[in-house]
């Protein structure tokens, strides 16, 4: 018999292998190495730092939770709308910022125009009409920015018509302005004195600046002067102006006339003015022709003017084209101061203003008569007597002009034209018994 010599108290040496006799008190843990953590990124960092200030801070956490939560006016859709509206404005705003600052840019900037022009705009025509015609003529680059600017600039001020006159380069800043402000060209129109109604109308007839056809106003209503007109002008309008023209200056002077004359209405100063006007051309000896048909007048005298004679037969056309005759002195038409007594019915022109202010406030003398010198002016008496020397003297003046235009030899110009010349020399007045 073999006998157990192990000790009693000792344990079973286990069995490799035999696992299921092996218990967790009697298993050993395995040693491993701690795993590092993670790297944390530079937004983890600040992140991890926020929080562990807010945890230390309880009053900043409930701030950023607050600012967190999302507010229920900004989900409004009154909100929303707004904020788009608010956008499209933006956008607009800047939009036209560019727009203007290049418009401005176009508006100031010189023009397309190559070399000097002259444009007439007619009466009557529209901003659109303009800016067509602007472009077509090469004046503005664009029709459309042309009426943009017109209604920025200048907030669709209305064009004024006529002639304008740009310069090379011009800006459409400066055309504008002229059209806005009417720079237009201004021509001059010469009337002379002592012309008929008919005469001046013809005159206004041959001008290509003026347009349409008038009306004959009445002889003598006229003021002639030289007027600016614009191209296109009516000729009605020149002739209404140079009538009110005429009024206002008659009306000032019957005002002023001097005391004791022998008219009794403005007509009858107008009416004498254009036989004074007829009968001398130089503007010192009107008030002393004046005199003499005023002192005429106060003693009942015929006043005997020849232009009056060439008025009563060649009527408006102011020219008879012939010497006066004998019988033409004799004809006793309502015009001929020789055959009527006082004024004739009505002027036998339109006078200028020195006739009309010379018979206003004629000069102070006794003279009764005047004829020519033969240098252009007149020689005055007051006495028949006196007169008839002048007129012997006048007499032979014509005489050597006579022979020396006969033999050809050149002849001094003695100021003095045949009878219906403008102005004629008067034939000799009669004498105050006649």
């Known amino acids: 018999m073999i006998e157990d010599t192990s000790p009693a108290s000792a344990p079973a040496t286990p069995v490799a292998g035999d696992a299921a006799q092996a218990t967790p008190e009697t298993m050993e843990p395995a040693k491993t190495k701690p795993a590092k953590p993670p790297r944390e990124t530079r937004g983890q960092a600040k992140a991890r730092k926020r ?51 290049y418009g401005q840019l176009k508006y100031a900037a010189p023009g397309p125009l ?21 472009e077509r003529q090469g004046v503005v680059d664009n029709w ?21 006159i740009f310069k090379p380069g011009v800006s459409l800043e400066k055309v504008l302005d002229a059209l806005a402000d009417g720079r237009v060209i201004q021509h001059q129109i010469t009337i002379p004195e002592g012309l008929t109604t008919q005469q001046i109308v013809a005159r206004l007839m041959d001008s290509d600046l003026l347009t349409g056809t008038p009306r004959m106003p009445l002889e003598g209503t006229l003021l002639p002067e030289t007027y600016n007109i614009v191209r296109g002008t009516s000729r009605d309008e020149v002739l209404k102006r140079m009538a009110s023209d005429q009024q206002k200056l008659v ?18 100063m107008v009416v004498l003015a254009s036989i004074v006007e007829k009968e001398t051309g130089k503007p010192d000896e009107r008030p002393k022709v004046a005199a003499v048909f005023i002192n005429r007048l106060a003693r009942k005298m015929r006043l005997q003017s020849d232009p009056t004679i060439i008025y009563g037969i060649a009527g408006g056309k102011g020219v008879l084209g012939r010497p006066i005759s004998r019988a033409d002195i004799v004809n006793a038409t309502p015009y001929n101061t020789y055959a009527i007594d006082g004024l004739p019915p009505g002027p036998i022109g339109n006078p200028g203003r020195d006739s009309l202010a010379a018979v206003a406030n004629p000069a102070k003398t006794k003279d009764l008569y005047f004829v020519a010198d033969g240098t252009g002016g007149h020689v005055f008496s007051e006495t028949l007597e006196q007169h008839n020397r ?15 235009a006969q033999s050809g030899t050149p002849t001094s110009n003695t100021g003095v034209g045949t009878s219906d010349s403008a102005p004629a020399a008067p034939a000799a007045p009669r004498s105050p018994s006649n």
Do not use: C
């Open 251 to 268: 009306r000032d002077l019957w005002a002023k006339r001097a005391p004791d004359l022998p008219l009794k209405t403005p007509q009858e």
């Open 51 to 101: 929080a562990e200030r807010l945890a230390r801070d309880p009053r900043a956490a409930a701030k950023a939770a607050e600012k967190k939560r999302p507010s229920h006016g900004a989900r409004h859709p009154a909100v929303v709308i707004g904020s788009a509206i608010f956008t499209i404005l933006l956008f607009l705003t800047v939009g036209g910022g560019l727009v203007a600052w």
């Open 390 to 404: 002048n007129v012997a003297r006048w007499r032979e003046i014509e005489a050597e002009a006579r022979t020396k």
């Open 114 to 134: 190559l070399a000097e022009k002259n444009v007439f705009i007619p009466r009557g025509q529209g901003s659109r009409d303009i800016a067509d015609l602007l």
């Open 144 to 164: 459309l920015l042309f009426m943009v600017a017109q209604q920025l600039a200048h907030r669709g001020q209305p064009l004024k018509a006529g002639e304008y």
